[in-house]
């Protein structure tokens, strides 16, 4: 339990760290599915716009097995090449360099996406649109959540800075690119209502 309140408390912390250091710490309450999410709610409330830590609780919390989704979460966690790709992609291109922006969360709004992006990021890509240079988006394993979760966390983290997807130029991931504007975010969990349950009013 001392691992889970060291890791409930870590702020600015790499999503992956984060996602490894979780599920390290909740597999060994698997086996107490009412000590599972009660982790999982701290987990999210202290992290709520992290949105591969959420994404690993609500698939985990869903699971018959969830000490298995947890393992594999931080699996992809460690193998994401989302950045990696992105560093590629700077080191093998030339002109002006582009806005790289490191995506929290997204998610489908109302007829576009919405991703939550570091403080002042929005400002970053405002900017390189002004100077004429591109901003792209590196949206990591797990960053994509169903609306539901989505509402819920903006609704724990009201200042949250939130970018529409289409405003960008470039989606990078793991798997590949897209052009911003035609990216769709897929839901990489399902809806968890009994995450959801339980945060700060």
Known sequence: ????????????????????????????????????????????????????????????MTSADPSAILSESARAAARDGAQARADDLLESGDGARPAVLAVQACAMGDG?????????????????????RETWLVVPAGACVPRVMWDEMLRRAPAAEVLAVADADLV???SGTWPARSWRAEPECPPCPGLLAGGAR
Do not use: Y
């Open 172 to 174: 990078v991931r793991s």
């Open 112 to 132: 576009s996406v919405l991703a939550i992006v570091e403080p002042k990021d929005d400002r970053r890509a405002a900017r390189a649109r002004m100077e004429g």
């Open 1 to 60: 339990m001392e691992v889970l309140r060291w890791v409930a408390d870590l702020s600015g912390a790499d999503p992956a760290d984060l996602v490894a250091e979780s599920a390290s710490a909740m597999r060994a309450l698997s086996h107490d599915p009412a000590a599972l999410v009660l982790v999982a709610r701290r987990l999210v409330d202290h992290h709520p716009t992290c949105g591969p830590l959420w994404s690993m609780c609500a698939r985990a």
